[in-house]
């Protein structure tokens, strides 16, 4: 199976500003990688797909980047909405993995 | 509206069985992998399986081959997933989700259902 590290696993940052999040794969995926973002209480919801495109009606606030093994999302200009868990996915080889998450929590 | 509607919460005891369901609407139902993710408490997401209502075709993550048994109907457009055997560690909350055709991310999430399993 194909292990994707987040990190940090958890970061506080205030509205405003930019963060970044990382994640790496055990081996390469070309650029078969998903962020999703995760509220308390709701269900994940997709923003990036194949590494860096952005899924239909999410801000542009949101980015992604990367190939191979190393990938970020990074938020700029933090909202209030933003406050949530970001969990990357590899699509590359079954079975389908998932990064432990990373929780954004405000300042 | 394009939508995945799950079935309610569910409280069962050890050693009962259950199924629980995900209607696709909005979209050609056939057409479109549905898979299963388990998020247990406090914890992070866990890919199950997946199937193609369009002949069926299911693959099972190792973790849970020979656990769970993924099924669709193509008639009503649901799949199902389904424990012979519940344990308390099978209680967790339950996503399906949509995998998109081309690039193979999950576009569309159910609401999830949370599956209590307690003596």
């Known amino acids: 199976d194909i292990q994707m590290t987040q990190s940090p696993s958890s970061l506080s940052a205030s509205v405003g500003d930019r963060v970044t999040i990382t994640c790496r794969a055990s081996?390469?995926?070309?650029?078969?990688l998903a962020w999703y973002q995760q509220k308390p209480e709701k269900a994940p919801e997709s923003l990036i797909y194949?590494?860096?495109s952005l899924q239909s009606g999410v801000p542009s606030r949101f980015s992604g980047s990367g190939s191979g093994t190393d990938f970020t999302l990074t938020i700029s200009n933090l909202q209030p909405e933003d406050f949530a868990t970001y969990y990357c996915q590899q699509y590359s080889n079954d079975p389908i993995t998932f990064g432990q998450g990373t929780r954004l929590e405000i300042k | 509206e394009v939508q995945l509607v799950q079935s309610g919460a569910e409280v069962k005891k050890p050693g009962e069985s259950l199924k629980i369901s995900c209607k696709g609407s909005g979209y050609t139902f056939t057409s479109y992998w549905i898979g299963w993710v388990r998020q247990m408490p406090g914890k992070g997401l866990e890919w199950m399986g997946i199937i193609y209502p369009g002949d069926s075709d299911t693959r099972y993550s190792p973790s849970f081959q020979g656990q769970v048994t993924i099924s669709a109907d193509r008639s009503i457009s649901t799949a199902f997933l389904q424990w012979s055997s519940l344990k308390a560690s099978d209680t967790a909350i339950y996503y399906c989700?949509?995998?998109?055709?081309?690039?193979?991310?999950?576009?569309?999430w159910g609401r999830g259902t949370l599956v209590t399993v307690s003596s």
């Open positions: 989700a949509r995998r998109h055709t081309g690039y193979q991310y999950f576009d569309l």
């Open positions: 194949a590494a860096s």
């Open positions: 081996q390469g995926i070309s650029r078969w």
